[in-house]
């Protein structure tokens, strides 16, 4: 795999989502019983026995996140803690060893003042998306959690998740699961995606951005999107979102319902969001680390397209939320007590 271009070369308009190999990663290794102290590595490759459980029985588990470019030039970090917890919780659910939070967060800022060259500049709209990661290594066959792990932090610049950016497109509803009742659905851990290959991809070929799964024990309710969580807003301004124990936490999710409370002057609200109830939305979108807000223009079920504000044009709430997100994730709008860290520079 080729290394990334020089950063002053790469055309940050026009980035979308891709992998690039970036000069720095943050690894650590864990073996009888303990973390060592990890390291900035140049090294993109890793060297894992043919009998690692992330290889054969899926443990492995990761994270999203972003550090922005201020209009001052220093980088924002977004809730970076709360990453940390929720790859701790993941690491819990596969019996895997956490990584130490604060570490997790110093580790991020390491990687990310190591790669500065590459975080996007201020006014692009494009980000450095840093993707910590966990596996099981080591030498085994039997199901049984692995005695020694890796944990990187690698990173790349992107742009936007979903065709267009800021533009509606359009969802639809799949035959597939994407988590049981009981299952990993809660949980940040590979299984949970490679599962969503097939249902994506039959969405892709059709012509959608991304499939919008139903709750397993019923297919009733929305559960959420195959790689963010799902908002609706009511005729009577309601900021609804899909409560349930097999979506993933979305730290967009928990952040846009605090600012439709405290920003946008709407009501927020975890709740049952029925299938066939799509009528009650005037708006609705996709959000997530990556995803960002996304309005969706229509979502498809059973062979209708319900459409919600437009196919064409953004609804007003959503990119009122938008823009206050990316706002203060930017540095440009007030954040919230605590949400933005900053990454020390050299
Ligand atoms: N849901 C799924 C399945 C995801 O992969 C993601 C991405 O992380 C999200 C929701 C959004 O979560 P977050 O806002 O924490 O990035
Ligand atoms: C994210 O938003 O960070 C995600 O992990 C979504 C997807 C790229 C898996």
Not at 64 to 76: E, H
Not at 152 to 162: E, K, Q, S
Not at 263 to 268: E, T
């Amino acid at each position: 795999m080729a290394k990334a271009k020089p950063a002053s070369e790469l055309d940050y308009n026009n980035l979308g989502f891709n992998y690039m190999d970036l000069p720095y990663r943050f690894l650590a290794h864990y073996s009888d019983g303990r973390w060592d102290a990890g390291k900035l590595t140049e090294d993109s490759t890793l060297h894992i026995s043919e009998g690692s459980t992330s290889l054969h029985y899926g443990q492995a588990d990761f994270e999203g996140l972003k550090a922005y470019r201020t209009k001052d030039g220093s980088i924002n970090l977004f809730r970076p803690d709360m990453n940390a917890k929720r790859m701790h919780n993941s690491c819990e659910r596969l019996l895997m060893p956490p990584y130490p939070e604060d570490k997790f967060i110093e580790a991020v800022k390491q990687v990310v003042a190591a790669n500065a060259d590459y975080v996007p500049p201020y006014g692009t709209g494009a980000t450095l998306y840093l993707r910590p990661l966990m596996i099981g290594i080591g030498g085994n066959i039997g199901v049984h959690p692995a005695s020694e792990y890796l944990f990187t932090i690698f990173a790349m610049p992107v742009g936007a998740y979903y065709k267009g950016g800021l533009k509606p497109t359009n969802f639809t509803t799949s035959y597939y699961d994407r988590a049981a009742p009981h299952g990993t659905g809660q949980s940040k851990v590979g299984g949970n995606y490679g599962g969503s290959l097939l249902p994506g991809d039959e969405a892709h070929k059709a012509g959608y951005s991304d499939v919008i799964y139903l709750d397993p024990a019923t297919h009733t309710k929305i559960e959420e999107a195959g790689s963010a969580n799902f908002f609706g807003i009511t005729k009577d301004n309601e900021f609804v979102t899909p409560k349930s124990p097999s979506i993933l936490p979305s730290i967009t999710k928990y952040s846009a319902l605090y600012l439709a409370e405290h920003r946008l002057g709407l009501k927020a609200v975890q709740g049952d969001v029925f299938i066939n109830d799509l009528d009650r939305f005037k708006e609705a979108g996709a959000m997530g680390t990556a995803a960002v807000i996304s309005p969706i223009g229509g979502i498809e079920y059973k062979d209708k397209l319900h459409v919600f504000y437009s196919e064409t044009e953004v609804a007003p709430l959503t990119r009122k939320l938008y823009d206050e997100l990316t706002g203060i994730q930017f540095g440009d709008v007030e954040a919230p007590e605590g949400w933005i860290q900053k990454v020390p520079l050299n």
